[in-house]
């Protein structure tokens, strides 16, 4: 049915690593509020052993696609895998102009070398590193058990953000060092 597409979907087609927005209507649901109900007079306890049953059953017998999902999911967070179908995708998701999405994507490439100089600048100091790289750990580890989407990384984005700082500080001491 429509639920197994939206899981091939989601593990094999054009969007691997995200999810199909079809995966959240089970059919049957007429209101968000109201919980679908595939099988008349089946109550919810039921559904979910139902549910969770045809979940194994595809977990098992596609658990070697996990790798590959699992990167696509990652690539998506990052901004690294199909970044502008993502950036598409997101738009979808959160609705405004496409162009505000794509501003985001290029602002956070544009951060990122700053960010990884920063992190190995650091890496002379005293300043401890893991607690900027535990908000990064846990993005990875949330991604990798649901799907790939930029919202995701945002708990990451303020340890981007003070890395990249230390990695402009960087640039900007050996320009000033630099120049006579």
Excluded: K
Aim: one cysteine or more; glycine letters at 10%.
């Amino acid at each position: 049915g429509t639920t197994f597409t939206s899981i091939l979907q989601a593990n094999y087609g054009e969007r691997v690593g995200f999810y199909d927005p079809d995966i959240w209507s089970f059919g049957g649901a007429d209101a968000a509020s109201e919980c679908p109900s595939e099988v008349p007079g089946t109550d919810e306890a039921a559904q979910d052993v139902e549910y969770r049953d045809v979940a194994l059953d595809y977990m098992r017998e596609h658990a070697a696609r996990v790798p590959a999902v699992v990167a696509a999911r990652e690539g998506r967070t990052w901004g690294v895998f199909r970044p502008l179908q993502q950036s598409r995708f997101e738009q979808e998701w959160g609705g405004g102009p496409l162009g505000v999405y794509h501003a985001g994507l290029v602002s956070y490439w544009v951060l990122v070398p700053f960010a990884m100089s920063g992190f190995r600048r650091l890496g002379g100091s005293t300043t401890p590193r893991f607690a900027l790289l535990s908000f990064l750990v846990i993005v990875v580890a949330a991604t990798a058990v649901t799907f790939g989407q930029f919202r995701f990384r945002a708990s990451a984005e303020v340890s981007i953000i003070v890395l990249a700082a230390v990695g402009l500080d960087a640039v900007w001491t050996r320009l000033r060092t630099a120049v006579p």
